[in-house]
């Protein structure tokens, strides 16, 4: 990091060149290219797909035993080590246990749903401005509108205006209905 950001100053503030910084630091021309082109090292970026020889011929097969396998029991299903076996004993497979595990470890992660937890704590909320088409009177037009949330309680209000001008937009003492008004403390608002 130390060189990459020497090999930026000289070109960028002492105004050296390409070929002569590769000189002076004992690195090749594609190397201070590269370290010009980003402000940050990019890291390693995998240009080709990953091949795996050995495996390809295989890959349905596995395929269909982890499909299977989403019906069964977890502690039914296959482990990548009995996949291995399985395609050693009935398959003919001749390649190593690594292979087959990185491609299991790899069909199970994307298969996978994640969740984020939501904690919504009393007294906070959420607010928005939007755009929808509706019909008012038989015509289609566009409204704005703007929407107030309480996610702790999934109380909400909306109100819908003809534009988007300072006239329209609410203001934050008429705005909240009559129920709301019982709030202590009341609403106030953080712009």
Do not use: N
Not at 18 to 36: E, T, W
Not at 61 to 88: G, M, N, S, V, Y
């Amino acid at each position: 990091m130390d060189l990459y950001l020497k090999v930026r100053q000289a070109h960028f503030q002492d105004g050296l060149s390409g070929r002569q910084i590769a000189r002076d630091f004992g690195i090749s021309r594609d190397s201070v290219a590269k370290m010009l082109a980003y402000s940050e090292p990019p890291g390693y970026r995998r240009t080709a797909p990953i091949r795996r020889p050995k495996l390809d011929a295989f890959i349905g097969q596995i395929d269909r035993w982890l499909a299977e396998d989403k019906a069964r029991p977890r502690k039914q299903r296959h482990t990548a080590k009995r996949i291995f076996e399985r395609l050693r004993d009935e398959c003919g497979f001749d390649g190593g246990y690594t292979i087959v595990k990185d491609y299991v470890r790899l069909w199970k992660r994307t298969g996978r749903e994640m969740f984020v937890p939501l904690s919504h704590p009393a007294g906070h909320a959420q607010a928005d401005f939007g755009e929808a088409l509706v019909v008012i009177g038989g015509v289609e037009q566009k409204a704005h509108f703007f929407a107030f949330d309480l996610p702790h309680s999934d109380a909400c209000y909306v109100r819908a205006y003809p534009a988007t001008t300072t006239e329209a937009s609410p203001s934050w003492p008429t705005f909240a209905p009559p129920r709301w008004q019982v709030f202590t403390p009341p609403l106030t608002p953080m712009m």
